[in-house]
């Protein structure tokens, strides 16, 4: 909404939320998250034609187009447990806006949700009872965290989905008419309604699968001397296979790909494809393993006990340039190791310390042997091994023979992001391993 409004200065946006502390966020020099390149967008725009309140259905009267852009997190209870998208929120925003517009408004699908939510979406608002005309857009959203606002300026495309009637054709050329601002016309696509809803989950699970493929491709290089990162550039020469997205890990993270496809994987269910279900629930089978798979090889390496050993976890983050730590590796990584007794001490430059021990531990949960770093000296300080877990660029450029000089030896070092030149680090003397390097 900040890029809108920064493109569109004709455009008010007023974002309105239910929670007061998060919109006073918003509305100071603190914004409520990180993401690169944010601040000054919001700054340009805001108190000019962008603004944060708690006003909702104020909102709801004066707008023409509302963005529906609540959480659909994985349902927790009742039927599709664990894999269906929780749409209780939708829902209630749907409720919100029938009862409170009093005219003509179209309405745009932002949450990433199941195909077919439109119609719930439209029945809910036909119980208007001032006969207000509503007409229901699919505009996912593509960008990616620590490269948002990079993104949305030059998106790869904008997709808009809509009903192939003339006044659904009409609500798609308003949307289409406010990306035209700054996104070339070519790069803005319009589809009916249930293609737009599939694809977004669809566009993430073929990225999550290229992640699981190279992953369990760099199992392989691990037992056979082959070097993925080698194997990847190999392949991603290829025009038709592609160079991004072939980087890998020590499992993909982040509130979407996961969720994203297990919510794929209950649609088809629902319509009776278990076979198209199972063939990518393996994509988050292998990602699952992939994790257990790399706190498995510190224990193997380090003589089969990590037990009161310390071990730096450098970065908790699910990805570099962001603060969000939703279904990052590294709780996984930590949960490991701390089940295997080992004193676990973390480092993140962005992650708040309570944050990370709530993540691994659970919320007020302590344990002694979890603890947390202020650099990633202190973290490495006195450490058998080191665990790179979030590609950090800062982790590229650490005085590793310093580090060294201050571990017990052997002093291990396992690079779960290939981000790090490892054979400058066995000639400092490291035992390096990264993934996927036979
Ligand atoms: C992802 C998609 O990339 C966006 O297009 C989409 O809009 C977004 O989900 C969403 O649905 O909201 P995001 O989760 O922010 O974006 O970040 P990604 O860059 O996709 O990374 C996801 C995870 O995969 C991270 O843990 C990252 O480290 C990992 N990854 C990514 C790899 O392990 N290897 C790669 O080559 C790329």
Redesign the pocket.
Known sequence: MAMIALKCPDITVTVVDMNVARIAAWNSGQLPIFEPGLDEVVQQARGRNLFFSTDVAGQIKKSDIIFVAVNTPTKTYGVGAGRAADLRYIESVARTIAEHADSAKIIVEKS?IPVKTADAIKTILASNSRGVKFQVLSN?????????VK?LTNPDRVLIGGERTPEGEQAMATLVGVYARWVQRDRIITTNLWSSELS?LV??AF??Q??SS??SISALCEATGADVDEVANAIGKDSRIGA??????????????QK?ILNLTYLCESFGLPEVAAYWTSVVGINDWQKRRFAGQIVKALFNTVAEKKIAVLGFA???D?N?TR???AINVCRDLLSEHAKVCVYDPKVPADEIIADTLGKGAQNPRLTVAKDAYEACAGAHAIAIV??WDEFKTLDYAKIFAGMPKPAFLFDG?NIVDLAALRQIGFQATGIGKG
């Open positions: 990433t996912p959203e593509f960008l990616a965290e620590g490269t948002a993104d977004k566009a993430n990225l999550a290229r992640i190279i992953n991004k997205f072939l980087k890998s890990s020590v499992g993909f993270g982040g509130s979407c790909f994203d699910f990805k570099k962001t969000d279904e990052s590796a979030t590609e992001r």
